[in-house]
């Protein structure tokens, strides 16, 4: 079964860095295309970022363009979410999921916490 899972979120000051991972099984991973999406306490979904299935094509929302870098290694099945200029409003849990296209998502993983406090 398709598995995702999260990993490498934690507690960052204001301004500091983190890269997220997820690790991807169950399905044929070059096949997919991979995004990060998040939920802060009290709000919806906020889509974060996609890579296309060869991982030469990224696309980011509007907010975390310029700050935040999403990559993936096919050999490796895993996608990589490079955050820079943490801000406390960036404090979320971040999902990774899979599609079979640009629009769809066919699986979340579980999350990991992202936490931007001085």
């Known amino acids: 079964q398709v598995q995702l899972v999260e990993s490498g979120g934690g507690l960052v000051q204001p301004g500091g860095s983190l890269t997220l991972s997820c690790a991807a099984s169950?399905?044929?991973?070059?096949?997919?295309?991979m995004f990060w999406v998040r939920q802060a306490p009290g709000k919806g979904l906020e889509w974060v970022s996609s890579i296309n299935k060869p991982g030469g094509s990224t696309y980011y929302g509007d907010p975390f363009k310029g700050r935040f870098t999403t990559s993936r290694d096919n050999a490796k099945n895993t996608v990589s979410l490079q955050m820079n200029g943490l801000k406390p409003e960036d404090t979320a849990v971040y999902y990774c999921?899979?599609?079979?296209?640009?629009?769809?998502?066919?699986?979340w993983g579980q999350g990991t916490q992202v936490t931007v406090s001085s």
């Open positions: 169950g399905f044929t991973f070059s096949g997919y295309w």
């Open positions: 999921g899979n599609g079979p296209d640009s629009w769809h998502v066919d699986s």
